[in-house]
């Protein structure tokens, strides 16, 4: 059986989506399991990062990451600045007040990979669910992952 893809939260936001699964980058049991790439429980992957930012992209009207190309970024901001009805627009201004996103994870979503931690044990269940890795807990596997 071959997992590709799995459901994961972003516990800041409250959200989740279904993304893919990129590659397993850590594993603190064994390396053996990050050469053949193997999904256990507690293990490092890379995501998509593409479903979790085009959701905060329209919950909040505002860009994250940085943007290189610029033909696609005057798309994208056509999109943001669509005309919007009253409420609407009142709605989006009171969510860009407490639109806070962690640096380390803004730079991930730039890249266009998020790491993940999965939670659920695939090789039972036959699903790779888990949840993003913000603050503390990202910055202790980004130190791991330069070593």
Same mark, same amino acid.
């Given at each position: 059986?071959?997992?590709?893809?799995? $459901?994961?939260?972003?516990?800041?936001?409250?959200?989740?989506?279904?993304?893919?699964?990129?590659?397993?980058?850590? $594993?603190?049991?064994? $390396?053996?399991?990050?050469?053949?790439?193997?999904?256990?429980?507690?293990?490092?992957v890379?995501?998509?990062?593409?479903?979790?930012?085009?959701? =905060?992209?329209?919950? =909040?009207?505002?860009?994250i990451g940085?943007?290189?190309?610029?033909?696609?970024?005057?798309?994208?901001?056509?999109?943001?600045?669509?005309?919007?009805? $009253?409420?609407?627009?009142?709605?989006?201004?009171?969510?860009?007040?407490?639109?806070?996103?962690?640096p380390?994870?803004?730079?991930?979503?730039?890249?266009g990979?998020?790491?993940?931690?999965?939670?659920?044990?695939?090789?039972?269940?036959?699903?790779?669910?888990? =949840?993003?890795?913000?603050?503390q807990?990202?910055?202790?596997?980004?130190?791991?992952?330069?070593?």
């Amino acid at each position: 059986m071959r997992l590709d893809a799995g $459901n994961f939260s972003w516990g800041s936001e409250a959200i989740s989506r279904k993304t893919r699964i990129v590659a397993v980058v850590y $594993n603190s049991s064994n $390396n053996e399991l990050v050469r053949t790439g193997t999904l256990v429980k507690n293990a490092i992957v890379q995501i998509d990062a593409t479903p979790f930012r085009q959701w =905060y992209e329209a919950h =909040y009207a505002t860009p994250i990451g940085a943007r290189k190309a610029k033909g696609a970024a005057k798309v994208e901001s056509e999109e943001l600045n669509k005309a919007r009805s $009253n409420h609407v627009q009142r709605k989006i201004e009171s969510r860009k007040a407490d639109a806070k996103v962690d640096p380390a994870l803004d730079h991930q979503f730039a890249a266009g990979r998020l790491y993940a931690c999965l939670s659920s044990r695939p090789g039972q269940s036959g699903r790779a669910d888990g =949840y993003i890795l913000e603050g503390q807990e990202l910055a202790f596997y980004i130190r791991k992952l330069k070593k």
